[in-house]
């Protein structure tokens, strides 16, 4: 059912465990669904004075594609810059793991969304200009969670 | 160097041994495909060789004499036969050096590999999911497979001599389903899966007799093929209750009485639990059907041959039993129906199984599943006695070696073969791939492994969150489960579930 992909991240994640310190975190997820997803960034500015992510870990408790999407994610985002971090789709994480069962394509959308939330919540913390397609990106995230807890 | 069929066949049935308390002969020839014979006369010689000795009594066997780490190949094949390499004719040969050479060789490895090394060399597959299907017993097999020759091509509906065997064979395994069950022969039909037999009976019943009622009872444990084809009569202007349970599983006594009403025409609830392995009182149950005049059906899928069932006894109007839960092939089964009941047919056709049941009768399987439940029966105590006993010593050492984890269903009312346990703050999918990787086979009742992406309904239905339902394994033993494979479990499980506690946000 899973790719060759998916398994190798599954058994040996990269990036996980905590962070001591992190600039921000995101959450998503609840326990009554399975899956819920941790993101910690540590922030940094590049030589260009842009900010990017210097490092990132993940915590995770969910299924094998739960746990491999927040690995790949965590891989994608790792030195990007904050504004090249928030492009990045679903989608790249289902190709980076050479597809997705079908059902557990809501998993990619949790690790995107993870991050998402964690790049928001320390734009809010660090008093940045929050665009408003963001700003619809983070509102669309909490009105799905609240729907799911309930 | 000569190692002859003796010590191969020796060496197999002697891996059996390893790590197990006893075992009787009659067990290992059965796995290893031995004749028991033949198998007794190798065990004797190693007794006398001192490497294996008897215990009586009603566990009786053969156990090693000494640990296994001490036992060299050396000694055992020394035993079974005259190891030794030499010059084919004995003398004193030009090549005699080389062959002693070779022989000092042979006789330093087989010195340094022991027993204990066929245990660690072996390719461990370790399936713990007997309840999911049986592996079929090789007995069973081999009494299956003359029925597919053209001396038992006959359909059992042709008058000639070809149908007539055929028929006559298939009316000899419906006696012995008859007393197994206690009960007449032609109140056994035989089908071609549990889920078909219970299809029959929910659609069956309820087609037959909306007349007087289109109310139907089911518990809210029930196996999905129930469930399913309740919801699908819900469809069809039929009215579905569902009965609960407590936290063991256990249904609501009480509850039934009071959802019965006069147009109630049955009751649907599982023997067994296929998940939690709940045992329903079914004397209670069958009592108050009776009292209230309201057919009473039971699928006993996982229970049958492993909880008596004597249905003379029984206030049972209906009962479901499948083969491939009992070592016997996939794609055979039973339905009880008792002398009166009035049912719908699901399959219309030929008139096979006194019109209950049209389909030409698959022979082979109908053979097979009923040496299955003869072998099931005969073994009965012993088999039932060794898999509680495995079972409870599983139980009792994941609650001690793993904090935060707890039994799902009745610590004592429970198939013997049935062990469910909730961890907290993993979930079971990933416990479930990761156990894989150590070639360890189990199930979980976490909706990530669920086509539906919904928790376990039967682990809902007694109480659990359904976070507590997602970290939930099922691990079902079965005949060929040694305590060595329950002992590699034991070793790997805690390390299994500390990895993904510490994946997890979640800490203690």
Same mark, same amino acid.
């Given at each position: ?150 | ?78 035993? /079974? ?77 042709? /008058? ?121 009182? /079914? ?86 599943? &009923? ?72 199930? &979980? ?27 939930? /394994? ?7 489960? &040694?305590? &060595? ?24």
């Amino acid at each position: 059912m899973y790719s060759q992909k998916v398994l190798e991240h599954f058994r040996t994640p990269h990036n996980f465990g905590s962070m001591d310190n992190p600039s921000t975190i995101g959450q998503v997820g609840n326990l009554a669904c399975g899956d819920v997803m941790k993101l910690y960034l540590k922030i940094a500015k590049n030589s260009k004075g842009q900010e990017f992510i210097k490092d990132i870990k993940f915590e995770t408790l969910g299924c094998a594609a739960a746990i491999a999407t927040s690995s790949v994610v965590t891989d994608l985002a790792k030195n990007k810059t904050l504004e090249e971090a928030i492009e990045i789709k679903n989608e790249d994480v289902v190709k980076a793991l050479d597809d997705l069962p079908t059902i557990k394509i809501h998993c990619s959308l949790l690790a995107v969304d993870a991050l998402v939330e964690a790049i928001y919540n320390y734009y809010q913390k660090t008093g940045q200009k929050i665009s408003p397609d963001f700003e619809k990106k983070h509102n669309r995230i909490i009105t799905c969670q609240s729907r799911l807890k309930h | 160097m000569y190692i002859s069929t003796k010590s191969r066949y020796g060496l197999r049935a002697l891996s059996n041994l390893l790590g197990q308390d006893c075992c009787s002969v009659k067990k290992i020839a059965q796995k290893e495909h031995l004749s028991p014979d033949y198998l007794e006369k190798i065990f004797s010689r190693l007794k006398k060789a001192g490497i294996l000795k008897v215990v009586r009594g009603a566990n009786g066997g053969y156990v090693l004499n000494n640990e296994a780490k001490n036992i060299t190949l050396k000694q055992v094949i020394d035993a /079974l036969e005259k190891a030794e390499f030499s010059c084919p004719n004995f003398c004193a040969c030009n090549s005699k050096s080389v062959w002693q050479k070779i022989q000092a060789g042979f006789n330093q490895v087989l010195e340094s590999l022991s027993l204990a090394d066929l245990d660690e060399n072996e390719e461990k597959e370790i399936y713990l999911d007997y309840a999911a299907s049986t592996p079929i017993d090789p007995e069973v097999l081999k009494t299956m497979l003359p029925y597919f020759s053209q001396k038992y091509s006959g359909n059992t509906m042709s /008058l000639h001599s070809f149908g007539s065997k055929s028929s006559q064979i298939v009316e000899t395994c419906r006696q012995t389903f008859a007393k197994i069950l206690n009960v007449l022969p032609k109140e056994i039909i035989f089908t071609a899966s549990a889920t078909e037999s219970n299809n029959t009976v929910l659609k069956g019943i309820a087609f037959a007799n909306q007349k007087k009622g289109k109310h139907i009872i089911i518990s809210s444990i029930e196996h999905d093929c129930v469930l399913e084809s309740a919801n699908w009569l819900k469809t069809q202007g039929f009215e579905i209750s569902k009965i609960s349970v407590d936290k063991y599983g256990l249904l609501n006594l009480d509850e039934l009485k009071k959802t019965i009403r006069p147009d109630t025409i049955l009751v649907s609830v599982i023997h067994g639990n296929n998940e939690i392995g709940t045992v329903q009182d /079914l004397e209670s149950i069958g009592q108050i059907c009776k009292d209230r005049g309201v057919y009473f059906h039971t699928d006993a899928s996982q229970s049958f041959t492993k909880v008596p069932l004597d249905l003379s006894k029984l206030n049972i109007d209906l009962l479901t039993a499948s083969s491939h839960k009992i070592y016997g092939p996939k794609g055979s089964a039973l339905l009880y129906i008792k002398t009166g009941t009035k049912i719908t047919p699901l399959l219309h056709g030929g008139g096979h199984e006194f019109g209950l049941r049209s389909s030409t009768l698959n022979l082979p399987s109908i053979v097979a599943f &009923t040496k299955a439940a003869e072998i099931a029966t005969a073994n009965f105590s012993q088999e039932n006695k060794d898999l509680i006993k495995l079972r409870d010593y599983l139980i009792k050492n994941i609650l001690k070696s793993i904090p935060d984890s707890f039994l799902n269903g009745h610590p004592t009312k429970r198939l013997s073969n049935n062990i469910n346990i909730s961890f907290a703050r993993v979930e079971g999918e990933s416990l479930l791939l990761e156990l894989d990787f150590y070639k360890i086979a189990v199930s &979980t009742g976490s909706a990530c492994s669920s086509s539906s992406l919904e928790p376990s309904h039967v682990l809902l239905a007694t109480g659990l969150k359904p976070e507590q339902a997602h970290g939930s /394994l099922r691990f079902s033993i079965g005949r060929f489960t &040694t305590k &060595t494979e329950i002992d590699y479990l034991l070793k790997v499980l805690p390390q299994v579930i500390n990895k993904f506690r510490q994946l997890s946000p979640f800490k203690k």
